[in-house]
């Protein structure tokens, strides 16, 4: 892999830490805590807002994965290890690593 193509893969990567930066601000306020009282919110509301902070914590589980994923890929940068199996050795197709920076094995190594 040359130079441009490191530096283009460098910045898509960071183009989706910053994508799940701006999706953690926007989640933050469905995981905050459910109040209890019933006076001002029925018991079928709560149960939906408890659904819904459940779905909101697992969508940050998802990004936070994520996250460590593409920060694990841009550390295979500065090393020279980026596009290359972790198990045979061989490159990454381009189009894989396009579509998901953070695999680590080729489609054969991965299917296998």
Avoid: N
């Amino acid at each position: 892999m040359d130079e441009r193509e490191e530096a283009r893969f460098r910045s898509l990567i960071q183009q989706r830490l910053a994508a799940l930066d701006d999706e953690d601000a926007l989640g933050r306020d469905s995981q905050s805590v459910v109040t209890l009282d019933q006076q001002s919110v029925g018991r079928l509301s709560r149960q939906d807002a408890l659904q819904s902070q459940a779905m909101a914590k697992a969508t940050q589980a998802r990004r936070d994965a994520q996250r460590r994923g593409l920060h694990a890929a841009l550390t295979r940068l500065d090393a020279g290890d980026f596009g290359y199996c972790d198990d045979c050795g061989d490159a990454i197709a381009v189009k894989r690593l396009e579509l998901d920076p953070t695999v680590t094995r080729c489609i054969s190594c991965a299917s296998a």
